[in-house]
T-cell receptor
Framework: QKEVEQDPGPLSVPEGAIVSLNCTYS??????FMWYRQYSRKGPELLMY????GNKEDGRFTAQVDKSSKYISLFIRDSQPSDSATYLC??????????????FGKGTLLTVNP | KAGVTQTPRYLIKTRGQQVTLSCSPI?????VSWYQQTPGQGLQFLFE???????NKGNFPGRFSGRQFSNSRSEMNVSTLELGDSALYLC?????????????FGNGTRLTVT
């Protein structure tokens, strides 16, 4: 089983739809959870950064973390064509000293059609 | 505030050559980390430098190396290039060590090895 699994898509939705992007993980030590958006020919851009279980909202974006199920989600409300990009989940765990783990999902390609 | 700057944006090299990539972090950020992104493997961690010291290294051969200067700028070097090294190389900076701080990515250097 891979440490982080993300549905690669591609996902195509009409403008205004609610989008749900998901990642599952197997390492219970992961503590920090992130979502990045990457446009073509650009670097990833941080969208959401969460530490605890529960929901975090920022505008049209809501990040959800369920540590008991080892499952994280990103919801996009009222999706826009400008949301068309690849979305990457990432998670990290601290170890002792300088030991840590940072792992990315492989990304989900989203297209929002006008 | 200026973002993370990576140079050059594009690079074409032949097998056996070596290459040096440069990264200027956001002012005040002490951590610089490097990643390789390919369609097949996704985003993979190469190494992190914090205050000029390498804190951690991913699972890459010794041909991949890096360093960080006193002004936090960082360089990554790949020696004896192989065709499989063709990828987008991303640099990210963060205020704190990467396992507990959001990452700010540059737009990457696209390396093609022929």
């Amino acid at each position: 089983q891979k440490e982080v699994e993300q549905d690669p898509g591609p996902l195509s939705v009409p403008e205004g739809a609610i989008v749900s992007l998901n990642c599952t993980y197997s390492n219970s030590a992961f503590q920090y959870f992130m979502w990045y958006r990457q446009y073509s020919r650009k670097g990833p851009e941080l969208l959401m950064y969460t530490y605890s279980s529960g929901n975090k909202e920022d505008g049209r974006f809501t990040a959800q973390v369920d540590k008991s199920s080892k499952y994280i989600s990103l919801f996009i409300r009222d999706s826009q064509p400008s949301d068309s990009a690849t979305y990457l989940c990432a998670m990290s765990a601290k170890g002792g000293g300088s030991n840590y783990k940072l792992t990315f999902g492989k990304g989900t390609l989203l297209t929002v059609n006008p | 505030k200026a973002g993370v700057t990576q140079t050059p944006r594009y690079l074409i090299k032949t097998r056996g050559q070596q290459v040096t990539l440069s990264c200027s972090p956001i002012s005040g950020h002490r951590s610089v980390s490097w990643y390789q992104q390919t369609p097949g493997q996704g985003l993979q961690f190469l190494f992190e430098y914090f205050s000029e010291t390498q804190r951690n290294k991913g699972n890459f051969p010794g041909r991949f190396s890096g360093r960080q200067f006193s002004n936090s700028r960082s360089e990554m070097n790949v020696s004896t290039l192989e065709l499989g090294d063709s990828a987008l190389y991303l640099c990210a900076s963060s205020l704190l060590p990467i396992e507990s701080s959001p990452l700010h990515f540059g737009n990457g250097t696209r390396l093609t090895v022929t």
